[in-house]
């Protein structure tokens, strides 16, 4: 961005009444969202989640300090001690009940909930990075880069793509495991398993990312302003950096707020064929695996499903509400 | 001439799937270890290599590749060239099992429990969409989609397991697994087909709200034709086109078979193959089920473009 000076001069009047016409449509946009009260209410729902995800580990670690009364709760509620209240119900002690090794439900699914938001996020990160390059490099250069590019997507599509994550997944961790030969210890396992499932969630979810991109950068740059620009001499990655991919943003974070939901729901689905989280971490899919083990003809613990899926379903819908709301709000805004 | 459009498009897809069989292929042999790792007692050294050299494991990829393909010729022990016998067809996890017996036997389950789940995703989603476009603003749409979008979050892994504790469980509506009897089918239809319910009901009625504003409607309600006309003969037909292009690749997922709906209702589908053979490195398998939804898809999406040409009349082919 410092490098802006250099053309400096061309803020003229035109320049600067296209910067404010842009100002006004955001801010437009924004009190278009903010009159969609699905949308807004979503939006605190999953800022309460976040902010309850956040807050619990802390209220664990200082309950303690509150005598013998915190330290029990603190006990009950730890997400990894064991106990022999196997399966117990939800009462007064464990708010969501207990599970087959007797810890606390409740803890473990705000654990998981970090998890499993964790992975959403990072994993929407890694499809953004790849399919806004993909795209925007694609639709920029044109030609037989851009066939061999789009045909690669082709392909990619026509694979199922569960083959893809879970060789991904074997494959990068194996090479590590070979690399750092027995040194790792179980902690570390765990942040690369974790590390991993990003990457191979999100290498599997950029392909529509690139297609939409590439749709607007081929419009773009028939634009003026990427003809001035490189009549200015700028270079090809000036022009995609600085001019191309700001304006593809729009549409890139509409799809984005539903690219989430969709990451999110398919590490759920990962964990619970057992190739997600490792035990005894946890994320929604796995605790939802887990309660789906213990359906029996005999008893039925209803709370292992519930409360899991129910913390599941409701992000997933504030999450598409959020999308809605956003995609609203921005497209109105374009049709005008 | 769209016939011969349509001739060059599914010629064309006989180099995609060429390049699907060899990319699943280099996709597992990348993977580390090898199909016989798992085995019940740890092999000795010469019996993993006899194994290995049984299903050719030792031979140069590209050879490998080519001999799936079943393109190698070999001298024989008179010294005569015989063409291979091509692998694409030995299991190497279910070593009495060929390919096509795994497809034999998983492929109807997980086609007629796709294509009924089909079904049923339209037979909801069709009329909600529509019904919820038709009121648009109401309190009737706001339900419909709400319906819609409930839908689409309730992913069928927390979905099927409540079905199973409530209606096979507790009130024993249904059975709680396995594939033999029509009423085993409900369950299972109702958990995969939900989602996509909820996902063609939204596409129906964004569809319908879209074509509502074009110039054409205008153009024939100002001709004094009925609503009841308009509706049908201009507007659904466009309005649905979203719901066909979904519709092709949504089929051939469907028809591939799920491997969470197959796990909770321990159906003998090919999803759980599919998995599971990734997991082993069996790439006969793997790359089998790769062709056989590749195949799907392309012949599907070929068949959603026809659908195009017929809905649309501004759709010209070739």
């Known amino acids: 961005m410092g490098e802006r000076s250099d053309y400096g001069t061309s803020t003229s009047e035109g320049f600067i009444t296209e910067q404010l016409a842009t100002l006004h449509l955001r801010s437009e946009t924004w009190a278009r969202f903010k009159r969609n009260r699905p949308a807004l209410l979503s939006a605190c729902g999953l800022l309460g989640l976040l ?34 209240d196997q399966f117990q119900p939800p009462s007064a002690t ?70 893809f994550v879970i060789v991904l997944i074997t494959t990068l961790e194996g090479r590590l495991k070979n690399l750092l030969g027995g040194v790792a210890g179980p902690g570390l396992d765990r ?67 539903l690219t989430v939901p969709a990451i999110i729901l398919y590490e759920s689905f990962l964990s619970y064929l057992g190739l997600g989280i490792q035990p005894p971490m946890a994320s929604w899919g796995s605790l939802i695996a887990e309660g789906a083990e213990q359906i029996n003809p005999v008893r039925i613990y209803w709370w292992l499903i519930i409360f899991p899926g129910c913390f599941l379903v409701t992000t997933l819908l504030a999450l598409n509400f959020l999308g809605d709301g956003l995609r609203d709000a921005w497209e109105v805004g374009r049709r005008d | 001439m769209p016939t011969v459009y349509f001739i060059k498009r599914l010629l064309l897809g006989i180099p995609l799937l060429l390049v699907i069989s060899f990319l699943a292929f280099l996709l597992v042999h990348a993977a580390p270890g090898g199909p016989f790792d798992r085995e019940r007692n740890p ?97 009737e749409d706001y339900v419909g989609s709400f319906l819609a979008i409930s839908a689409v979050c309730v ?44 996902r063609i009901a939204r596409l129906l009625r964004e569809g319908l709200l879209n074509i509502f504003q074009a110039e054409f409607i205008t153009a024939a309600r100002a001709k004094g034709l009925d609503e009841f006309s308009i509706l049908l003969k201009h507007a659904f037909r466009i ?62 999406n070929l068949l959603v473009d026809a659908a195009y040409a017929l809905l649309d009349p501004r759709v010209k082919y070739g």
């Open chain 2, 43 to 139: 092999a000795s050294p010469e019996i993993k290599r006899a194994l290995e050299a049984r299903y050719h494991l030792n031979e140069p990829l590209l050879k490998q590749y080519l001999r799936y393909l079943g393109l190698v010729w070999e001298k024989d022990d008179q010294g005569q060239w015989h063409r291979a016998l091509a692998g694409f067809n030995a299991s190497m996890r279910y070593r009495n099992h060929s390919v096509s017996d795994i497809l034999q036997q998983g492929l109807p389950v997980s086609m007629s429990l796709g294509a009924l789940s089909f079904c049923f995703a339209m037979g909801i989603g069709l009329p909600l969409g529509f019904f919820s476009a038709m009121r648009r603003g109401k309190w």
């Open chain 1, 191 to 257: 942040t690369t398993r974790l590390f991993f499932l990003v990457i191979g969630l999100g290498a599997v979810s950029w392909l529509t990312m690139a297609r939409i991109v590439r749709g607007q950068v081929l419009s773009l740059r028939q634009r003026p302003f990427v003809d001035a620009s490189r009549a200015l001499g700028a270079s090809a990655t000036r022009i995609l950096r600085c001019h191309i991919i700001p304006h593809t943003l729009g549409v890139v974070i509409v799809y984005l707020a």
């Open chain 1, 51 to 84: 902010l309850s995800v956040f807050c619990w580990p802390i209220i664990l670690k200082t309950a303690p300090l509150l005598g013998a009364h915190g330290s029990a709760f603190s006990q009950y509620h730890d997400p990894d001690r064991l106990s022999d």
């Open chain 1, 94 to 163: 464990h708010w969501f009940g207990t599970d087959v090794h007797g810890r606390d439900l409740f803890s473990r699914v705000l654990f998981g909930a970090q998890v499993s938001l964790l992975v959403g996020l990072m994993g929407t990160i890694v499809s953004l990075v790849i399919g806004v390059l993909w795209g925007a490099i694609s639709g920029y250069a044109g030609g037989r880069l851009d066939a061999i590019m789009m045909r690669m997507v082709d392909v990619l599509y026509s694979l199922p793509s569960i083959i």
């Open chain 2, 155 to 198: 992913p069928a892994l927390v979905l099927g397991p409540i079905l199973v504790m409530l209606l096979a469980i507790k009130w024993r509506v249904f059975p709680v697994a396995l594939w033999s009897s029509p009423w085993h089918v409900v369950l299972p239809t109702v958990t995969l087909g939900l989602f996509f319910s909820g």
């Open chain 2, 239 to 300: 309005a649905v086109l979203p719901v066909v292009s979904y519709a092709g690749p949504l089929l051939a997922d469907l028809l591939t078979g799920s491997f969470v709906i197959e796990n909770i209702f321990q159906l003998p589908g090919i999803g759980l193959h599919l998995v599971n053979s990734s997991l082993n490195k069996d790439y006969p398998v793997v790359v089998g089920l790769s062709l056989v939804y590749a195949t799907l898809l392309i012949v599907l």
